[in-house]
């Protein structure tokens, strides 16, 4: 499956119709912008001092709230300090003695500023602020404790926000850090295989056997696979089915006439999609392990099936020598980790022996 990459752009020979689409469906983009959200907040916020002066007081002059306006800057100081300096410096680096002590520092600093503002107003004849006003510790403390549920209300705004970006970029780093690693895993196929092959290829060439153009065939086949399909996200059936049944006509090759191999498939295989090279690391275990030092005949049952929204695989081989000590190696602990980092715990993989012979069965999702 290749990845298409697809830019949109507004097309000028389209009409006009079409093009206000696209135009709305920009939108969006501007609300990215750090100084639209900002200014929208302060906008809401002066929005809510108004209300609440006017639910409390009824003042009906008009003047009383464009001169709430002057206050905004204040607010404003307070909360980007608190945001962009307090919180970085301190809270951030756990010094939570010094950032209580710079927050309420600041708190008092606005504070004096407010209160300079309505002393001002004052002057300029506004009577309304004579009882709120004053440079006392009590005006600076309840002015100050005013300012306090702006300041936590943007900290929790602040904290929230840092949050979701570290959980996103943790989710990055994570799905970076997985997809290198599932392409990792899917170039540790065997070499050994590679390497019998190309004698095998070799000692037919030297007999100038009819056998050689369909053995070169194939293992062009698995190599134009390995490179060109195994990038992809998911694979046909189709594809990975003729890829195995690649292996294993190479393999037949290899062993000759002590080895059969069963491969019956069922069900409607046509629709359906997996990860590429994940069945082939159990094949190639079974061959590894249940053919190594053993020189009689030697049967191989290999079982796929789709049923519904999922796959079955099945494979037995004899036990051969030292397997138990060698199963744990790089080809099932490869398809475990695979399978994990594809498919979390929906699917299900069983890994037995009984009456020597080697059981493999897995169930996984079938897209």
Known sequence: MKTAILKSFQDKSLPVAQQSVVTTDRLPVLFKKKWVYHSLFWIL?????????????????????????????????????NIYVLIPAFLYRRKYFYYALSLILALFVMAYTDQLIKILYIHLGYKIYTY???????????????????AGFTTGIKLSKDWLQNQQLMKEKEKEYLET??????????????????????????????????????????????LYESNATLVSLNKEITYLQNYLDLEKLRFGQRLYVSFEIEGEIDAVSIPPMILILFVENSFKHGIKNNINKIAIEITLKVEGAFLFFSIKNPIGENLLKENTGIGLKNAKRRLELLYGKNYQLDISEKDNEFNVSLKMPAR
């Not at 108004?50 to 909360?79: E, G, W």
């Not at 899917?186 to 390497?195: D, G, M, N, V, Y």
């Open 45 to 81: 916020y002066y929005l809510f001092i108004c209300a609440a002066f006017y639910t409390a007081y009824n003042f009906h002059d008009i003047s009383f709230y464009i001169q709430i306006s002057a206050f905004m800057p204040v607010s404003a100081a307070l909360a980007y300090i």
């Open 132 to 150: 709120t006003s004053g440079l006392g510790f009590k005006s600076l403390f309840s002015e100050a404790v005013g300012l306090f549920y702006l």
């Open 181 to 226: 690693e599932l392409n990792f895993l899917k170039t540790q196929i065997h070499p050994h295989f590679f390497f019998n092959t190309l004698n095998n290829l070799y000692s037919l060439t030297l007999k100038k056997s009819d056998q050689a153009p369909q053995v070169v065939l194939k293992l062009s086949g698995l190599m134009s696979y390995m």
